[in-house]
Structure formats: C-alpha cells, structure tokens
C-alpha cells in the first residue's frame, strides 16, 4: 500500500516507524536507514570517551605538584575480570526480563554502552571538579570531604545514565510499551555504569595495597571489595536507574500531558534521592546500624522491586491476551492465538518446536510472535488514545503480516516437538516367535487360534490329555 503525504505525517507524529522496502537490495536498506547511522555515531563517541578515561585513570600522569598514580595495566586486567563477574549476570538478568516485546539487541548493547562510556566519564570529570570545589580551603568545614559524593555524584550520575532512556523515548518512543521494558533498559545502563566504576575501584586499590607495605595482600584486598560492591550492593546502581526508567515508561503511556511532564521527572529524582540515600549510609553510617540499614532498608527495596516486575509480567501477559481477543472477537484472528501469544511458556516452547521444523518455520514463527505482541500494544495504545487514525494503517499490515506467516509459523505447539533421528541411535531388532505348533501355547489356554493348526486337528476334552505308558511288570522291590 502506498503511503500518502498526510499519512506519512500522521505516522511520523505518533511515531510509528515504516517498514523496510524488501525489494530493496540490504546494503542499500541498511546505508539510508538514518538509525544505522546513530549508532555508527555512538559507536565512535563511546570508542573516545573510552579511550579518554583509560588515559586519565591507567597511566601515570604527571600534574602541577607532582605525580598521579593510576591504578596500572597490570591492576587494570584484573579489575576487569572481577567487574565482569557481576556485570554478565546481572545483564542476562534484564535482557531476560522484557520477554514480550523486547528491544534490538543494538538497542541493548547502545544502552549499555552509554552507561559505561558516556556516563562514566561525564560523571568522573564532573564528579572530581565538585570535589575540587568543595574541598577544604583554610579553614573550611572538615565535613565538605563527603559533599561532593552525597550532594553532587547523585544527581551528576542519574542524569547521565537516563540520558539515553529520554533519547530512546524521543528517537523511537513507540518501541517503549511497558514499564518492563523501562526497567530493563534503565537496569542495563546502569550494570554499565557499575562495570566501568567498578574496574576503577578494584584497580585502585589493588595499586594502593601493593605501593603499601604492611596492609594486605592486593588480590585479598581486590577481593574484599569485590565482595562488598560487586556482591552485596550490586543492585545499587540498577536499582537506582529504575526509577527513571519506570516514571518515563508511565509518562509515554498516559494521555495527559501533566501526567508525561510529571511522572519522568518523579521517576528521576526518585531515582536521584535513591542515590544520595545510599552514598550517605555508606558514608557517614558505621557498625550495627549500617547491617540495620541494609538488611531493613536496602534489600527490602530490591525485594519490592522484583516483586513490581514480576506483577508487570502478568500485567503484560493479560493486556496482550485483552487485546488481541478484540480481534479475536471480530474474526480477524483464530480462538487459539489470544491465549497461546500472552503466555510466556507457550511463546518459548513454539519456538522450540520451529527451530526443528527448519529455519523458514522458525522465522516465521519470531515474526508472528513479534507481529502481534505489536498489534496488541498498538491496540492498547489507541484505546488509551496515544495513538491516533495512524494506527488503524498499522493494524491492517499486522493483520495481513500475521495472515501470511500463520501457514508456516508455528503458534500453538502441541505433542513433541520434531527431534531428529540420530544416526548412532539404531533401533533394535525383536527376534521373531517360532511358529506356533500342537501342543505348543498356540492351542487352547495359549495363543488361539493356532496358525498353523488345520480345523479339527486338535484334539479336545480327554483326548487332549496323553499318558507315559506304564509296564505291567511293575513292582516294588522285594526285600
């Protein structure tokens, strides 16, 4: 269907995006596709900055008054192994989290990248200028040493690290559906966030024990930091970003405009508060009180916030169901899909079933799946009135979308799934029964009728019981 220049308008305002013309060679698809071109932009700037802050934090460096020490390539490697310990799992952790509608996975490895790159060294210069500024002068107040991580860092940190949710929310809002889906995107920014911090901690002070004679070891000490911030507060920097993420996840979907200015900005000052909270715990509390703190305060929140996500996934799962039963309703989709796309387990187990019917099944399988988890929450969008007469074009290409793939995909899986027949698995061979003869079990109280037995040949009643014959002569021996 060709598009019209008013349409083309009203797509662009409620931000749906046009499909790609398939007649077009994929070189030329993906060279003036303007996002391929974003990410290319990233890309470099993420190289830079990261470039930039190796110089600034690895090497020695001299400075007016004297030498800096940095925390070494040798502490560098290390510190790298151990950060990656906690930022692998935690990824797979929100990668797995948004199952429904999930992102591009360029879209997850951009995210993470900006909070590792962009984040880390925005907030690292402008972190160590706060602190120059409110250092001790004369006879400044000794208490300005933590100013700068309780009042500044907070506020510096969250914003850099939203900063890519707010672009993603500009650039393509309408991939934005749910508040899984801000959660897992805020989440990933901040594990990048934490895995850069975190290589920057342990690296400095494995160089610290090891320039210091009589402390510890410096892999004990690495260790012991590495227990404390990668293990027990790893949920910090995560957690923390959430908020942002789940208060611009409300605000996209609401209609009222008071709601979308409002609740991202709730979201990140929450998230901002979160923060300073927990830079002045572990600043200024000690002892007792700070395992009070934590155990009381800290991990009730991460339980709370599993909980909210573990709610929004069968939030998620009843809208796709509700919305697709609409169309179900109208005969424009079979009883069977409403139920078998809102269930997480069905979705995965009709992959499973595809991916051994062959790669054109398996394909068709993902883009049913992807086509109408889109049509439900394009539904959504226009019965909330998100979206405009713009969607109604949408809808009519999913419906067609999921009309062609339905011959192939596979929707509903049912029995087991088609496994191949391995070659060393040789099915083996029953020796076959002999042949069934009188008085063999083929006869009466065996296997009747015997096969091989003609009418009348077998004997019944008495006839059927034969004797030894006995001698005559026959008798005890005589003493």
């Not at 007649?23 to 391929?36: A, D, G, M, V, Y």
């Not at 962009?118 to 400044?140: C, H, R, Y």
């Not at 051994?356 to 099944?361: S, V």
């Amino acid at each position: 269907m060709s598009e019209t220049v008013a349409e083309k308008r009203a797509r662009i305002r409620a931000g749906i995006p046009k499909d790609p013309d398939l007649s077009q060679p994929p070189p030329k698809r993906l060279l003036t596709n303007w996002l391929f071109w974003v990410g290319i932009a990233l890309l470099i700037t993420y190289v830079v900055l990261l470039v930039l802050l190796y110089r600034q934090t690895v090497p020695d460096r001299e400075v007016p008054g004297g030498r800096l020490i940095g925390i070494g390539t040798e502490a560098w490697g290390i510190a790298t192994r151990y950060a990656l310990l906690t930022a692998i799992p935690l990824s797979l952790i929100f990668f797995l989290a948004d199952r429904f509608r999930p992102q591009r996975l360029w879209i997850w490895l951009l995210t993470f990248g900006w909070g590792a790159c962009v984040a880390t060294f925005v907030s690292a210069n402008v972190n160590s200028w706060a602190a120059a500024q409110l250092s001790i002068v004369g006879d400044g107040d000794p208490a300005t040493g933590p100013r700068a991580a309780i009042y500044v860092a907070p506020w510096v940190e969250e914003s850099t690290k939203a900063t890519v949710l707010f672009g993603i929310a500009i650039l393509m809002r309408y991939r934005l559906v749910s508040r899984i889906s801000g959660v897992a995107l805020a989440g990933l920014s901040g594990v990048g966030f934490a895995f850069v911090e975190n290589i920057l901690y342990y690296g400095r002070v494995y160089r610290y024990a090891a320039q210091t004679f009589g402390v510890v070891e410096p892999l004990q000490a690495l260790q012991t930091l590495a227990f404390q911030r990668g293990l027990l507060t790893c949920f910090g920097h995560p957690l923390f970003t959430s908020m942002a993420g789940i208060g611009l996840a409300i605000g996209l979907r609401n209609k009222s405009k008071v709601v979308r200015i409002v609740a991202p900005l709730a979201g990140f000052c929450a998230a901002a508060f979160l923060h300073m909270a927990f830079n002045t715990t572990a600043t200024l509390v000690q002892g007792p009180q700070l395992l009070f703190i934590y155990f009381g305060v800290a991990l009730p929140l991460v339980a709370g916030m599993i909980i909210f996500v573990v709610r929004q996934i069968f939030r998620e799962s009843r809208l796709i169901r509700e919305r697709l039963t609409d169309y179900q309703r109208l005969g424009w989709l079979p009883d069977v899909e409403p139920v078998a796309l809102s269930r997480l387990r069905t979705r995965l187990r009709a992959l499973w079933h595809a991916l051994f019917l062959g790669l054109e099944p398996f394909l068709a399988t993902v883009r049913i799946q992807r086509s109408l988890t889109e049509l439900a929450y394009l539904r959504d969008a226009i019965v909330r009135g998100i979206v405009d007469e713009a969607g109604l074009r949408r809808e009519k290409i999913l419906l067609a979308r999921a009309r062609d793939l339905r011959g192939l995909a596979v929707v509903k899986p049912e029995g087991r799934a088609a496994y191949p027949k391995l070659p060393f698995r040789r099915k083996q061979e029953v020796e076959a029964y002999p042949a069934p003869a009188y008085p063999g079990p083929a006869g009466l109280g065996g296997y009747f009728p015997a096969p091989t037995a003609e009418p009348g040949s077998v004997p019944l009643g008495q006839a059927a019981t034969q004797y030894s014959e006995v001698d005559p002569n026959w008798k005890p021996p005589s003493q």
